[in-house]
């Protein structure tokens, strides 16, 4: 058998390989593997608290070793036909040494090269803004054009749709596949008028399904081939259909995928330890299986709807360090952050967030998912230029130096993390007519800046 696996092998073991119900998946076999490997690996309860960034090398390479064992002990499960989808050592080995370790993504001088970095690397991780917050449809084309119109942003994503045209749009219906291509049409158009017309982008994430991929990424004056395909999978370790078919599309129009599903802490995997197992092995994996260019590293903790606690912290940056001190493979975790504009805490967890993942070698990040996402119309430029500027300028502090970053920054909003203050919506935080903060929000912006550059992040000053 060759060692290379392409996607027609791929989906042949989706339907010939070892059955397996879900349920004895999630129950049993993913949570047995990932406790059996703790032990084995002596890495129960090395989750350290007190220093939420790690910096102990030997211990990465250690959940590295254990999660290499776990993507080849598990592979995906495909959940349509109940299949487990493995690949062999030699399989998973060429498809790791034969990932890319760069992409150029984007066109001419508006294009930004991605590049595989290790801990402390100067290179600057690369920022994608926003996530797909959803956004309202008369205020969706000004506020990403001015997202876009910030400089310090690398690569595009902007927010989420739920209308077009004033009509709701439902998931797997012709209402999708219309989203689909008037999303892709207008975000084009968006980065054409916010004089970037070569802007890389990410997408799509309005229609979340397979029938508005098909009409957003690849068409005529559509996300390129040039862009990232987004292609978020149902759960760690599994796949679907839905997500093969997206696959398929995007290499059939001779696309980049960026393929992600994030581990999570209080879920099937158990502990930060046993996700943090969870995630090396779905990032390992989504090479040979899901011909991923890009994707890996990322880290949820469902007790919090976050990942900015220490527990969340620590695993992004073990995770992260494992994947870019053993492989190339090109990474791309988020800061989850759960305060909203307006707030000095939602600048707080960004810049803590966003300088763990830089500082252990991520090759990008999307963000931010401000107030947690969850809150319509509630994201603004300032803090998209926020995880810029964090992103970029904390990609050469070494994990020890960034430890004692978020060490100080923690205390300044941790406590509220299960509580947190949502702030206020774009509306009342931006000058509609002037598209500029209120005075009250580039005060708080100005200030947490002013501390930040205080605790060794070498931010420009004003």
């Not at 595989?116 to 084309?141: F, Q, W």
């Not at 960026?258 to 930060?272: L, N, V």
């Not at 989850?336 to 991520?362: C, F, H, Q, R, W």
């Not at 500029?436 to 800046?449: F, S």
Request: hydrophobic share 35%.
């Amino acid at each position: 058998m060759p060692v290379k696996t392409d996607i027609v092998e791929i989906l042949s073991r989706a339907q010939t390989g070892e059955y397996c119900t879900t349920k004895d998946w999630d129950v049993y076999r993913l949570p047995n593997a990932i406790r059996a490997l703790l032990k084995k690996y002596k890495l129960e309860k090395t989750c350290d608290k007190v220093n939420p960034v790690n910096s102990d090398d030997s211990l990465a390479d250690t959940f590295y070793k254990a999660g290499y064992e776990l993507a080849l002990q598990l592979g995906y499960l495909c959940d349509d036909t109940e299949r487990i989808i493995k690949v062999s050592p030699e399989e998973l080995d060429y498809a790791v040494a034969h990932a890319p370790s760069e992409l150029f993504i984007g066109e001419g001088k508006d294009g930004t090269w991605l590049k595989a970095r290790k801990p402390g690397d100067p290179y600057p991780m690369r920022v994608c803004s926003s996530l797909g917050i959803t956004i309202s449809e008369e205020i969706y084309p000004i506020l990403t054009e001015y997202i876009a119109r910030e400089r310090e942003i690398d690569l595009l994503e902007g927010g989420s749709l739920v209308t077009i045209r004033g009509h709701e749009v439902l998931a797997g219906t012709p209402w999708e596949t219309l989203m689909g291509y008037e999303h892709a049409r207008l975000h084009r158009e968006i980065r054409r008028r916010a004089g970037r017309p070569g802007m890389g982008a990410l997408g799509l994430i309005s229609a979340v399904t397979e029938y508005g991929q098909f009409d957003a990424y690849g068409l005529p004056d559509t996300f390129r081939p040039t862009d990232l395909a987004l292609i978020l999978v149902p759960s760690e370790l599994k796949i679907d259909y839905r997500t093969f078919h997206k696959v398929v599309h995007t290499l059939n129009v001779g696309g980049m995928i960026k393929g992600d599903s994030p581990a999570m802490i209080g879920g099937m995997s158990g502990p930060p330890e046993g996700s943090a197992l969870s995630a090396i092995a779905w990032a390992l994996l989504s090479r040979p299986i899901l011909q991923n260019h890009v994707g890996g590293g990322q880290i949820y903790d469902v007790r919090y709807l976050s990942n900015v606690n220490r527990e969340g912290l620590w695993t992004l940056s073990v995770v992260n360090q494992a994947i870019s001190r053993n492989t190339h493979l090109l990474t791309q975790p988020i800061a989850n952050s759960v305060s909203g504009p307006v707030t000095d805490k939602l600048l707080y967890e960004i810049a803590a967030g966003v300088a763990t993942i830089a500082s252990s070698g991520a090759t990008m990040t999307t963000g931010p998912r401000t107030a947690g996402g969850k809150l319509h119309d509630y994201l603004t430029p300032l803090e998209c230029r926020w995880v810029a500027e964090i992103g970029h300028k904390a990609s050469g502090l070494q994990p020890k130096q960034a430890n004692e970053i978020v060490k100080a920054l923690l205390p300044k909003y941790e406590a509220d993390i299960k509580n947190p203050d949502v702030g206020k919506s774009f509306h009342e935080a931006y000058d509609i007519k002037t598209m500029k903060p209120t005075e009250e929000w580039e005060g708080i912006y100005r200030r947490v800046k002013d501390e930040v550059i205080e605790l060794g992040i070498p931010l420009e000053r004003f």
